[in-house]
């Protein structure tokens, strides 16, 4: 699935597209051989649209960015990581309904 509210993120520019960004991102820390990431996948680019313009979306393989996985301590994939200002500021593992999402992005922007 591709969209442009939607990119995918390396090691080698995470902190630049990710950290630094002025919007709020949501990443979703997912692997190709992940079937709840594959359910949640709809979902994430549904939002991405919903809120393009108002918050970044990121996607990290884990697989090929083992390092910033590591960093963000994921220790289950799907997790989605809310970063606000440079800084982790929710968390949703697993996955979850579209409300449940909706409801961390409404309270962080």
Do not use: H
Request: proline share 6%; charged share 30%; glycine share 4%.
């Amino acid at each position: 699935m591709l969209s442009s509210n939607v990119i995918e993120v390396s090691e080698a520019e995470f902190d630049e597209k990710v950290l630094k960004s002025n919007l709020p991102v949501l990443v979703d820390f997912w692997a190709e051989w992940c079937w709840p990431c594959k359910i949640l996948e709809p979902t994430f680019y549904e939002l991405a649209k919903e809120f393009n313009g108002r918050m970044l979306f990121a996607r990290v393989n884990v697989d090929e960015n083992p390092g910033i996985a590591q960093k963000f301590n994921i220790m289950a994939i799907p997790t989605l990581v809310l970063i606000k200002n440079g800084e982790e500021v929710d968390r949703i593992i697993g996955a979850v309904p579209k409300r449940d999402i909706l409801e961390v992005i409404k309270k962080n922007i």
